[in-house]
């Protein structure tokens, strides 16, 4: 099926841990972009990506790592997990202009014990 | 940068009344766009509704419409009629003419008193 996928859907890691979070479209999109969803906070942006090869810093990308070697995926790594990291994580992407908004996957939660 | 205010933590309205949920923004850019989206218990985020910032009139999606002051930075929206499926978390969102993201509000968490 077209659209944004994420897995895993749940994920519970431990402190100190690497875990990678999966993100794959279908759209063909060129941009590509990670948030976290926190209480209070909204939705932040982590990374984002304008093409294969491209990423760049978002609002808070300390302690992730991306990387975008196929326009598809856009995986997200966790190098060395914290408490704080624990959150609903957001795959979205949009096309050469955003005007017609963001299609999002359907979110990661992840919690690290 | 952008920055978006969603100043309302909560609104509770009783079925089949209307309700506005308050949304102010801040941005340099002269061509940018805002977007309203709705993100229920399924955690999914679905578009309600978007304004391009160069049109003047207001976006209207069958019950959701929006006031869109721009002189004030304001974008509230409206839902009418509202229905118990309408209960969610609604967050406002700007994007302006670069390449990086979506800056959205806290939210606004919709409950619908049947």
New interface residues.
């Given amino acids: 099926d077209a659209g944004i996928t994420q897995s895993p859907r749940y994920k519970i890691t431990e402190t100190g841990r690497q875990v990678t979070l999966m993100c794959h479209q279908t759209w063909s999109h060129s ?1 590509m ?1 990670w ?1 976290r969803q926190d209480l ?6 982590i990374y ?1 990506s ?1 093409a294969a090869d491209i990423t ?1 810093k ?1 609002e808070v990308p300390d302690g992730y790592v991306v990387s975008r070697s196929k326009t598809e995926n856009f995986p997200l790594t966790l190098e060395s997990a914290t408490r704080s990291q624990t959150s ?1 994580y ?1 795959c ?1 992407s949009r096309g050469s202009t ?5 299609t ?1 996957g ?2 990661t ?1 992840l919690t690290v014990v | 940068a952008q920055t978006v205010t969603q100043s309302q933590p909560e609104m509770s309205v009783q079925e089949a009344e209307t309700v506005t949920l308050s949304c102010t923004y801040d941005t340099s850019e002269s061509d940018y766009y805002l977007f309203w989206y709705k993100q229920p218990p399924s955690r999914q985020m679905i578009l309600v509704i978007r304004q391009e910032a160069y049109k003047q009139q207001n976006a209207t999606e069958n019950r959701f419409s929006v006031n869109f002051q721009k002189a004030a930075k304001s974008f509230s929206l409206k839902i009418s009629d509202s229905q118990l499926g309408d209960a969610a978390m609604y967050f406002c969102a700007s994007l302006g003419g670069g390449a990086d993201g979506l800056t959205f509000g806290k939210g606004t968490h919709l409950i619908i008193q049947p």
């Fill in positions: 941009y972009f948030y209070g906070h909204g939705l932040r942006l984002y304008a760049d978002g609903v957001f979205a955003g005007r017609y908004g963001y999002f359907s979110g939660r």
